[in-house]
């Protein structure tokens, strides 16, 4: 059966002027202004991503034409820059973000986050943006979650689930895999902390029979091109959920783990494959 696909859009940090680290993940605030005018301009309604798993769970389809938004670490741009632009167009997002890398945008990573340096946000920031958009988890350090040993991936998985809904004080329910990565231990103890559904990357369009736990997203970088963000807009140029996990991507796990047993694990970076 051909289930009609649903881009749900992957952005980092929107900016002009990023750290060297997060910049070939980092759209200008002009092509993110362009990209969310060509949806509205090809008629694609952008849907909460809890509309997506309802529509998952057998709830009310979606429109014939959808689209999410998510946001993965954290990046203090959501606040200043992101925000106003989806809230000018009232569009929902969800924001996942890694809750060791966020406090005074002057100090980042502080709490132990692996993530470089940049500028991120604050507690204060986020409770302001849970008024409007969907906060996530995205673990408390931002560590490739299926090369961990599994009593530090639960750790990672459920402090950032505690840390966030001690802070915003309700229940979070959407968790991100940083890089992407997770795999079927990884996810049964997503499952077991509570969250409710999780987003990988796997490079494909999601689709209303997509597996709620490796939702599928489309990454978008400095170097996507228009015509390839027009072809997603459209519905083209991708696989769609579900489909199985790539060979490609069980083997790079499998160095990851490696490299990790050899305390050398790979650079901790946004660049991965789902």
């Known amino acids: ?48 991503l809890r509309r997506l798993l309802d529509a998952v769970r057998g709830g009310p ?28 167009r009232g569009l929902p997002a969800t924001l996942y973000v890694t809750t060791g890398a966020l406090g005074d945008p002057s100090r980042p990573g502080r709490d132990g986050s692996l993530l470089p340096p940049a500028p991120m946000l604050t507690w204060p920031q986020l409770r302001e943006l849970d008024e409007v958009f969907e906060i996530g988890g995205h673990t408390v350090s931002h560590p490739q979650l299926d090369a961990l040993p599994r009593s530090a991936a639960r750790g990672e998985i459920a402090g950032c689930k505690a840390r966030l809904e001690d802070a915003l004080g309700h229940r979070v329910d959407a968790f991100a895999y940083p890089h992407g990565y997770s795999s079927r231990p990884v996810r049964r103890s997503v ?25 599928a997203r489309l990454m978008v970088r400095a170097d996507t091109p228009r015509d390839r963000y027009l072809d997603w807009v459209d519905g083209r140029g991708a696989p769609v959920a579900p489909f199985p996990e790539r060979t490609r991507t069980r083997v790079w796990r499998s160095y990851r783990r490696l490299r990790a047993g050899l305390h050398h694990p790979h650079p901790s970076l946004p660049t991965t494959t789902g």
């Open 191 to 215: 499952r077991e902390a509570g969250w409710v559904s999780a987003a990988a990357v796997r490079h494909g369009f999601s689709s209303a029979a997509d597996e709620p736990l490796r939702v």
């Open 61 to 88: 389809p979606l429109p014939p034409r959808s689209a999410v938004l998510t946001f993965d670490d954290g990046f203090a741009d959501f606040h200043s820059t992101v925000a106003p632009l989806l809230a000018a």
């Open 1 to 48: 059966m051909r289930y009609r696909p649903v881009p749900v859009l992957l952005y980092h940090s929107v900016c002009d002027e990023p750290p060297a680290w997060i910049a070939p993940f980092t759209v200008p605030p002009r092509v993110f202004t362009e990209h969310l005018d060509l949806l509205a301009d090809h008629g694609v309604e952008v849907v909460p």
